[in-house]
């Protein structure tokens, strides 16, 4: 078994319906992924969704029960990587060899 987030679940999702013409009825999304070759776990999601026809891919995930951001532009930025200091014996080394 994979260990699932749901940024993983989204990039999974809009990966095997790339292409769909949205707006799509379920069996639409469902013959989309057959034929892409997806995975049993997004069959499965897929085919427990409702009956329906879904407007776009935010849709698709909200039945699936992935939190998706409708709006890109409000998605908050990772946090700087915070590097390790480097230690101060091996830069008064440092500081040493350039002189």
Known sequence: ???????????RIGQVLDGVEFPAAKWQLIAHADHYGADAVTRAELWAMPVAAYPDLVSVL??????ARSDPSRAVPPPPVAYRRQPELQAAAQERRER
Do not use: F, W
């Open 1 to 11: 078994m994979y260990r699932r987030t749901s940024r993983a679940d989204v990039t």
């Open 62 to 67: 909200t039945a699936i029960g992935v939190p």
